[in-house]
C-alpha cells in the first residue's frame, strides 16, 4: 500500500474565462465531502427491528483555505462576479489529492462558488476560504 503525504495536493479551478488555473499555491486545505441520502423503506410487519433504506441522490463540496494573495483575490472575486453576472453557470474543478504525476487518482467536475472568505487577524497571516458546491457528477479519474 503506498501513502501520499497531503503536501502534494493540487486543486485547479478555472477562471471567469473558463479556463483551469492552478491554486495549490495558495492553498494549505482542500477537503472533498461526499456523501449520497437515503430514503428509508422500512414498513409496518417489516422483518426484525431494523429499519431499511434505498440509495438516493449524491452530493460534494470542496473546502478550501489558504494565505491572502491578490492573485487568488482576483481569481475567487471574478468567479463570483461572472456567476452573480450570469455569464458563467458554473466552474470546472480537477483536485489531486496525491498530486498532478501522470498515473495518480484526480476528481473533477462542475461546481458553484457559494463562499469566499478573507480573514485579517492583528497577530497573523492574512488569510481565506472558499466552499464550491459541486453540480452534477464527480468523476474519479487519472492525471495525464
Known sequence: MAFRHGK???????NSAGT????SAYLDEISMPRSIETGETTTFGSTGSAKTYITGLSDAT??????????A??????ILSALLAGT???VSFEYGKEGSTAGRVKYSGEALLTSYEVSS????????????QVTGA????TCS
Not at 20 to 23: F, K, T
Not at 62 to 70: E, N, Q
Not at 121 to 132: G, I, K, Q, R, W
Not at 138 to 141: D, E, H, Y
Open 73 to 78: 483575490d482576483a481569481h475567487f472575486s471574478g
Open 62 to 71: 470542496v473546502s478550501l483555505a489558504g494565505k491572502f494573495d491578490s492573485t
Open 8 to 14: 502534494n495536493a493540487v486543486l485547479k479551478l478555472d
Open 138 to 141: 464527480v468523476t474519479r479519474g
Open 88 to 90: 458563467i453557470d458554473s
Open 121 to 132: 487577524p492583528v497577530a497573523d497571516v492574512v488569510t481565506f476560504s472558499a466552499e464550491l
Open 20 to 23: 483551469l488555473v492552478d491554486l
